[in-house]
């Protein structure tokens, strides 16, 4: 067992004025395989100050300059990969070969950004005036534990981009990755005080972060609820705001499709990244008549996902992150059996021959209706549930009944109906039949799955202030 007990602060490691312990288990095994010292408000606050004091020099840095910067980051997060896989591995429970992914997507934002960087206008002319779009400060990044480097990555390379500094309070679920890729923003070599990463809890580094005057921009990445707290702390000192929330995502499945070939793509896009992603289509909407084949179908497409030991190379589904999450999920299914939902397959207790770790059954309710909870509220685990509708019409509705508005997919053999669709669906992003996640364009939410948008020149323009100038060339 070993222990992390040092923040990065102004361009080194130090030791943290908290002194509480966060235990890290591994989810896989449920043994204890190391400890995190916890920075508290005081360490926050340091933080702040070396962002705040690096930002007068940082802000003034050119577009080539800062281009450099996210270069040198990308070519340090793939230089430490072995390093950063197996820390998401054994403290996550992804499966290798999505953390293999998910560290070369934590690397390809700092070049995606990068190339939006390149090509964006900081100096614009409208009429008589001159509009110029400037860093807006010091950015506190706060990022969940089921996606750390790449959530990370995109915020940070924004802020970069823009010319602002950072400080990251990652969660305290994820301190060996947060450690490994922290080694690699300090071998980037960027100037001191840029990066400040504070280990610690929301209600003690968050909050600090969220209420600190020096503080211009929160950008955050978790809960609806934690997001609600954040954005009505902030407005005490009126700072920028931007929220990547949960989502209770559609899978609309049209008449017109291979069932064959597109269900167990739905039961994919469902349980991705252990189920345990606000993206996930978790309410799979297909037509009442098809339902029969829909189950049969499903059933043998969830029967082939292996659950099991992350670091097998066919493992698609790992554990859940932890006993209270693992928990959660467990009374979800129950509720969902106890509100009267068909439960086709899975259910409560782990797999079999998985006595240990944080591992969930794959499961599928079906004859679900709009007003059980399993269909209204983000379970966050390997659990899809089926609603039937008669008309298009109706799908549309049955996926809008929802709070939130975060992701979508839509299947079609006719591409036309798909885009008439997917246009009706009130979310931030829309698949359409399988297509994978444009990682340069915007992401976000409507309703209550966030506010403001994060990748490509979208997510630097988060990070800017604009300012109007006339009178500019009057001599």
Known sequence: MFTIDRLYVNGEFIEPQGKELQQLINPATQEVIGQVVLGNEEDARLAIAA????FATFS???VEERSEMLQRLHDAVLANMDAMVEANIEEY????KSAIGRVKLAAANFLDTKQALDNFEFVRYIASAKVVSEPVGVVGIITPWNASYSQITAKLAAAIAAGCTVVIKPSELSAMQT?????AFHNAGLPKGVINVVNGYGHTVGAELTRNPDVALISFTGSTRVGKEILKSAAETLKRVTLELGGKSPNIILDDVDYTKVIPVAIAQGFMNNGQACVAG???LVPEHRLQEVKQLAQSAIGAVKVGNPWDEDTVLGPIVTEKQFLNVQRY???GIEEGAELVTGGIGRPAGLEHGYFVK?????NVTEDMTIAREEIFGPVLVVLTYKTVEEAVAIANNTNYGLGAYVHSADLDQANRVASRIAAGVVSINGASPEMKAPFGGYKQSGLGREYGEYGIAECLETKTITGYSIK
């Open 51 to 54: 962002a705040k004091e690096a």
């Open 60 to 62: 003034q840095t050119s």
């Open 93 to 96: 429970g992804a499966p290798k």
């Open 179 to 183: 450690g490994r890729i922290t080694e």
């Open 282 to 284: 978790t309410r799979i």
């Open 333 to 335: 299914i129950q509720i």
């Open 362 to 366: 794959p499961t599928l309710f079906v």
